[in-house]
Structure formats: structure tokens, C-alpha cells
């Protein structure tokens, strides 16, 4: 109720319809551009000629769109995983753990991926995988995107841990479950929305980087967002609008996947 | 043992069992708990044991340390000193999961993502029991608090009652040595804490489980328990049956804390064998213990229905009625005795007896034997 007068309100203001138009035409007229074009007849991009899947499978047909798109999708499962994994430990460290010096530290050394500009991070993880001799690959691009997922992983677990009740947890060890007993069967359980939500989100971050891919992956791990870029750099067809228009959908679902889930949430509690 | 000895004191034994048969199945001794940054302790000098069998309720305000202690002994806090032992053995270094007690939590703390069976077998799985006996566990403890065809819902789609006795199944499920409950019915409506307190009461006779029963409900300690602590600001100011709590209060807080009372100033007059006799309100004599001298000032506590009207003159002090309050069963009556206030409680027993209005004139009578001195003070 507060919520829609707070939104009348606002309409209220003068200039804000337009201001509004405005803004979702910078944000979005450009990815419906992209998007219309990619089923366009002819090679232009900025002239339309008529409806067609032809680019679609093009794109598909395209054996270096094709090993990326697999590259992509074996990272992002890789590190989204890891990510996943990682936060979810330290969510239950952080919060239900006994306290811990430097608590708050911890915490915010967690999120600060971030915070730093991703090129310092891309050139940092860089310089670090040179120099400890790890080969520039798989291996590098999966750590790195880990590393750089956990923050994104680690916001809806531990907001979801926060929702449940720390009686739960006295109750279960009152009933004769080990610590590990507690995490197996009340904690892990409980927080499934939130660790699925956080998978969503990491998955998405890790399929959708460029700028750290760029740097740390080799040349048989090529993503999809540096493939697109390569080929960009030759010239721009429909092509690349087919499949950022796929990379664009599958962003919006797993976004969503990840709002309706932190949703169910919220719901619960 | 010390400690037995003087918490097991001669005239308090559990009705339920014989003192000299019943084993102890809880000694507490000594327990001081400190919290780090609160300048008073939260427990300060507790002892107290409690027989096997028993239904022991600690009570006392919120704030006197009786959920601190029932979580001491479940094992969620640690002392600052002091000892805790269960049938003689030590427990205080155990973790909550390695002692044989079990906790009913004042929200109920069930497992939400678990059906109601799954939650009664959840500590029965953690001591690896096997299948059929878990199963059947499970099935006795639901037909225990008459909730077996709900074994398979979840708890979010029980009612408040529902839940509580889930929590209590799930507790007794593994046969602990002793239940500790945290204001177990402090959610419940008036009417659903009544059953379940006759309930409870039934439950730990048929189970044969020693109670600890924590609560900041007068009523409901009164009513349920074997013995009662009262607990004020970290300490254990009485222990006894009901009726030793109710009727002899050891002091003032215990007396003004339980039920409803006329807390008097009265004047100690003679003393002589056995006995002294102390004057309250301008006249009315009272006895009391002999140790008290001659012109010393003491707090006495009268309570209401212990408060007799009769007719002007006939008393042993005039009164004037200011106000009456009717309660359904009884009706409470503010005297005005000389400078001083008093309240009676009259039942509607004796339909041929009128209650008196505002106004009206009166006389007061108390028994003699009927008051106890709370307080020993120079005021």
C-alpha cells in the first residue's frame, strides 16, 4: 500500500514521464536494435530487409561461435559451482560460526571483487597466473571467475541464512546432530532457494564476463563474449546480433530464475 | 552431598516420590554466570536438585536468570562457575548434542522443510536407531499427544497448539533423562494453555520423564508442579511444593511475586513459647515465628481470601468498603482501615452473606495463624 503511494508520488513529480522514457530508451533501444536486426534478410545491420532465421543458423553453423559457446557454458557451470560451493561455506562460517576476530573484515574481503574495477582484477589475475606458472587456460579462467562469482553467490545465501531462525540450529544440536549433522539436514535444506539463486546469479556473471576472460583465457578457452568481440573487430554482421540476441535471453532467464527464487524467499520467511 | 541436603530441605519433598527412595537426577551447585560487559551476574550463587520423576518449575521474572540456567544445563551457555551434574556424573564439559536432555523451545523451533514425523524421528535417526524402531517410536510419541494423523503434513500447516505438542513428541521421543521446557505455552491463547497444562502435567506422570519446566506464569507453576524455585535477579529466593510457596513465602518477593497479597507493617508485641504475637493494622494480632523481639518492625504477609468481613463491631478492627471489583467467581473488596489499605477477597459461596458497597461500614477479622512475616526490617 505504501509501496503504490510512494509510486504516485512519484508520478507526481513534473518531468517524470518523460525522464522515464528517456532513460528506458538509452538503456533498452539499443538491445532491441540488436535484437531486430539479427532476424534481418539481408547482411546490413542498420537497413531492414525482410524476416529471417538465416543468422540464427549461421551463428550455429559457425564452429568457432559453436567451441565458444561450449567454452562459455563448461566455465560458468565450472565456476558458478565452485562459487556456489565457496559461499554457501562461507555464509555458514560467517553466520552461524562462533565469532570470529575480524568478522566484519572477513565479510567485507568477501564482497570486494565488487568493488575493484574488473580490468585491476583481469591484469592482476594475470599477472598472478604468469608468475605462479599456471598456464593460461581453463584452469586460470575458471579460478579467476570463481574468485570473482563468490561475492555475487554469497549476497542471496547469506541473506537467505539470515532468514532462518538460530533456534533451529540449538534445536537440531539439542536432538543429538553433530555440527556437520546441522548443515546436512537444517541448514543446507533450508537454504536451497538462496544457494540456487546464488548459482543463477554466478552462472550469469561467469557467462557473460569479458573483460577478465579476455586476459586469463587461452586459446583453446576462448568464451563466448571474446569470440563475439574477435569477431566484431572483422566486421560487424547479423550474425553477432543472432547470438548476443541468445546470450541477451539467456541472461534474462537465469536473472529472473534468480529474482523468482530470492522471491520464494522472502515468501518463506 | 551439601547441596541435596539443603535444596531437598525436610518438609518439601516431591509428593510423587518417596525421599528416601528417589534417586537425584539433577544437581545444580553453585552455578554463577557471568555475561561478558553486564556488570550484575545472570545467575549468582544457584543450587538446587531435583529427584527423579519430578515436575521441578523454576519461576521468576523475565530477566531473573531461569532461562540462562535451563540453558546452562541444556548446554548452550557455560558457567562462569559452579557444577552441573545428571545422575551423579559430570556434564558440563559435553556439547548440547552429547547430553541425554532434550529442550521444548518457547517458539517451538520445529524443522519447516520436515513432515511432522520426520521432526520426531530427527533425533532418533541422530542415534542411528534402526528403521522399524524409529518407526514405531515415532507412532508412539504422535499417539502420545494425539496427533497421529498428522505424521504426515508439514508443521507450517498445524495449528499454534499442534505445533507445541509436535516440539514436546519430538523431545520425548528419545527418552531423554530430563526435559527442559522454555515457556513452552507462553504462545498459546488462555483457554489452549489450560488444556495443555493438564496435558503436560498427564504426559510426564504416563512417561515417567523428569520435568524441568521454566515459566514467568504463577498459575501455571502453581498448578503443575511437584516443587517450585522462584527466581529473582540470578538467585533461587525459595524452593518448595506449591502449597509451602503459596502459603509460607519466605519472603516478601516471593510473597508479593505468587498470587495476591496484603503486604502489612506490623509491630512485634510479646514473645514467650514458641511463639510471638505481632499487631498489623492498629489491633488485629497475629502469630508468628519466636525469634522476633519486642518492639521490632516486620513486613507480614496477608493474603486476600484470608481476609475476613463481618459485620461493625464485631471484628477485631473497624474498616470502611471504598471500592469493590467483581471477578465472576469472587469479588475483590479495597478497604480503608484507619490510614492504612487492605483488600479481601470475598467468594459467592454464601449466597446469604451480601457484598458490601462502597461505602459501607465494616469490621475486619484475620486468623491468627492466617499471616506470615516476609520481611525483618527497622522501618
Redesign the interface.
Known amino acids: 500500500m505504501s509501496h503504490a503511494t510512494r509510486i504516485d508520488r512519484l508520478r507526481s513529480y513534473p518531468g517524470f514521464g518523460p525522464l522515464t522514457i528517456i532513460c528506458l530508451t538509452f538503456l533498452y533501444a539499443p538491445l532491441l536494435v540488436v535484437s531486430v536486426y539479427s532476424f534481418n534478410a539481408t547482411r546490413s545491420i542498420t537497413e531492414w530487409g525482410g524476416f529471417s532465421f538465416d543468422w540464427y543458423v549461421r551463428a550455429f553453423n559457425n564452429p568457432t561461435i559453436r567451441d565458444a559457446a561450449g567454452n562459455s557454458l563448461f566455465v560458468a557451470v565450472c565456476a558458478a559451482t565452485l562459487a556456489t560451493t565457496l559461499a554457501t561455506m562461507a555464509a555458514i562460517s560467517l553466520l552461524r560460526g562462533p565469532p570470529l576476530k575480524g568478522q566484519t573484515g572477513a565479510v567485507s574481503l568477501v564482497s570486494l571483487p565488487l568493488m575493484v574495477p574488473e580490468i585491476i582484477t583481469a591484469i592482476a589475475s594475470l599477472i598472478f597466473f604468469v608468475t605462479i606458472g599456471v598456464p593460461l587456460g581453463f584452469v586460470s579462467l575458471i579460478a579467476a571467475h570463481t574468485v570473482f562469482c563468490i561475492p555475487f553467490a554469497y549476497l542471496p545465501i547469506s541473506a537467505r541464512l539470515s532468514g532462518i531462525?538460530a533456534?533451529?540450529d540449538?534445536?537440531?544440536?539439542?536432538?543429538?546432530?553433530?555440527r556437520a549433522?546441522v548443515i546436512r539436514?537444517?541448514l543446507i535444506?533450508?537454504m536451497m532457494p538462496g544457494i540456487a539463486s546464488g548459482f543463477c546469479l554466478a552462472f550469469i556473471v561467469s557467462l557473460d564476463d569479458f573483460i577478465i576472460a579476455n586476459f586469463v583465457s587461452g586459446p583453446g578457452s576462448t568464451t563466448l563474449p571474446v569470440a563475439i568481440y574477435g569477431l566484431a573487430r572483422i566486421g560487424f554482421t547479423p550474425e553477432i546480433n543472432a547470438v548476443a540476441t541468445l546470450m541477451l535471453a539467456v541472461s534474462i532467464l537465469f536473472v529472473g530464475l534468480s529474482w523468482f527464487l530470492g522471491r520464494k524467499t522472502t515468501q518463506?520467511n | 552431598m551439601k547441596d541435596m541436603a539443603t535444596s531437598l530441605d525436610e518438609t518439601q519433598v516431591p509428593p510423587a516420590t518417596d525421599p528416601l527412595v528417589a534417586k537425584t537426577a539433577l544437581t545444580v551447585s553453585g552455578a554463577v554466570k557471568y555475561y561478558p560487559n553486564a556488570p550484575m551476574p545472570a545467575l549468582n550463587d544457584v543450587s538446587f536438585s531435583i529427584a527423579e520423576n519430578e515436575f521441578f518449575t523454576l519461576l521468576g521474572p523475565s530477566g531473573c536468570g531461569k532461562t540462562t540456567l535451563l540453558r546452562s544445563i541444556?548446554?548452550?551457555e557455560d558457567l562462569t562457575s559452579g557444577s552441573i551434574r545428571l545422575d551423579g556424573d559430570s556434564i558440563e564439559s559435553l556439547?548440547?548434542?552429547q547430553r541425554p536432555?532434550?529442550?521444548v523451545?518457547q517458539?517451538y523451533?520445529?524443522?519447516?522443510?520436515m513432515t511432522v514425523a520426520e521432526n520426531v524421528a530427527?533425533?532418533l535417526r541422530?542415534?542411528r536407531l534402526d528403521a522399524r524402531a524409529i518407526e514405531r517410536r515415532v507412532a508412539e510419541m504422535l499417539a502420545l499427544v494425539k496427533l497421529a494423523e498428522m505424521a504426515d503434513r508439514k508443521p507450517a500447516k498445524l495449528s499454534g497448539g499442534q505445533q507445541q505438542r509436535i516440539a514436546l513428541a519430538?523431545?520425548l521421543a528419545?527418552n531423554p533423562r530430563l526435559l527442559l521446557l522454555d515457556e513452552p505455552l507462553s504462545a498459546l491463547d488462555l483457554k489452549l494453555r489450560r488444556e495443555m497444562r493438564t496435558e503436560l502435567k498427564q504426559i510426564q506422570i504416563k512417561t515417567g520423564i523428569t520435568f524441568l519446566f521454566v515459566t514467568h506464569d504463577q498459575e501455571e507453576a502453581l498448578a503443575m508442579s511437584d516443587r517450585v524455585a522462584v527466581m529473582n535477579n540470578g538467585q533461587v529466593e525459595q524452593i518448595g511444593r506449591p502449597e509451602a510457596i503459596y502459603n509460607a513465602p519466605a519472603n516478601e518477593f516471593v510473597a508479593t511475586f505468587i498470587g495476591e497479597t496484603n503486604a502489612l507493617s506490623g509491630l512485634v508485641e510479646k514473645t514467650g513459647s514458641g511463639a510471638a504475637q505481632v499487631i498489623v493494622l492498629g489491633g488485629i494480632a497475629l502469630a508468628a515465628d519466636a525469634d522476633l523481639a519486642v518492639g521490632e518492625r516486620v513486613g507480614v504477609s496477608v493474603r486476600l481470601e484470608k481476609v475476613d468481613l463481618r459485620p461493625p463491631g464485631e471484628g477485631a478492627v473497624d474498616a470502611i468498603v471504598e471500592q469493590t471489583v467483581f471477578l465472576g467467581t469472587d469479588t475483590v473488596v479495597h478497604l480503608k482501615v484507619g490510614k492504612e489499605t487492605l483488600q479481601a477477597r470475598l467468594q459467592h459461596t454464601d449466597r446469604a452473606r451480601p457484598v458490601p458497597a462502597p461505602g459501607d461500614h465494616c469490621s475486619v477479622h484475620i486468623d491468627p495463624g492466617a499471616a506470615t512475616v516476609v520481611a525483618r526490617s527497622n522501618r
Open positions: 531462525e533456534t533451529l540449538e534445536a537440531a544440536g539439542d536432538l543429538y546432530a553433530s549433522d539436514t537444517i535444506p533450508l518463506i | 541444556a548446554g548452550f556439547a548440547p548434542n536432555i532434550n529442550t523451545f517458539h523451533a520445529l524443522f519447516p522443510h530427527y533425533p541422530r542415534l519430538r523431545a528419545p
